[in-house]
């Protein structure tokens, strides 16, 4: 049984960019959440998907938006990097109909801005 | 501002004793508590998750919950080198609706051999 998959591991871009980050979620898993851990840090929400809708966002601006798939797979979009946004993106996903309980992450994308 | 506090150490124990981690959270109406272990460069993973007052064993794990204290702690009895990593502490503070996570800083624990 295949955990949380990330997509890619690494990635560098440069100031100004878009990058998408991608995630499958755990086998019989249907809600994806996304947090951001900056170094020495611990993760911070950055919002979650549950029916292909968009649930519940934390304090991050409109240039971090998302999507889930029917598959319940998902993307993190985020537009017009800053250096400020280099950090460990970590996708997480919860069992079925169970939002508040377990989060299960994948291996997390490093992503780099220059 | 809902917080959830670790202390972010590192916390130093020889190889066999039992390391005592803790966490204060802030939101009282919080339901779900979670402990997970990150490995340096890898990413969190569950180890522990207690959601009633008392304690919770699983194996070398016994996770400790006080909704009264707002305190919820984890012991790792007989550590090993291996259990050197940085815990995170994860609280879900839930209000209606209210699914995220709220992670602590974590703290960094090195067992000594």
């Known amino acids: 049984d295949a955990g949380v998959t990330q997509s890619p591991t690494h990635l560098i871009k440069t100031r100004g960019q878009q990058v998408t980050l991608r995630c499958s979620p755990k086998?019989?898993?249907?809600?994806v959440s996304w947090y951001q851990q900056a170094l020495g840090q611990g993760p911070q929400f950055i919002f979650q998907?549950?029916?292909?809708?968009?649930?519940q966002r934390g304090n991050f601006p409109d240039r971090f938006s998302g999507h889930q798939f029917p598959n319940y797979s998902s993307e993190l979009n985020v537009n017009a990097l800053l250096l400020g946004d280099s950090a460990l993106y970590l996708c997480a996903s919860s069992p079925l109909g169970m939002r508040g309980t377990e989060a299960f992450f994948g291996q997390g994308t490093r992503l780099t801005v220059v | 501002q809902k917080e959830v506090e670790q202390n972010s150490g590192p916390l130093s124990v020889p190889e066999g004793a039992i390391a005592s981690l803790n966490c204060t959270y802030s939101d009282r109406v919080s339901q779900s508590f979670f402990w997970y272990r990150q490995y340096s460069g890898k990413s969190p993973e569950l180890i522990m998750s207690i959601y009633s007052n008392g304690d919770k064993e699983d194996g070398r794990f016994t996770a400790q919950l006080n909704k009264a204290s707002q305190y919820v702690s984890l012991l790792i009895r007989d550590s090993q080198p291996s259990d050197s990593a940085t815990y995170l502490c994860a609280v879900n503070m839930s209000g209606a609706g209210s699914y995220q996570l709220t992670f602590g800083k974590g703290t960094k624990l090195s067992v000594i051999p």
């Open positions: 998907y549950y029916e292909e809708e968009e649930r």
């Open positions: 086998s019989g898993h249907d809600t």
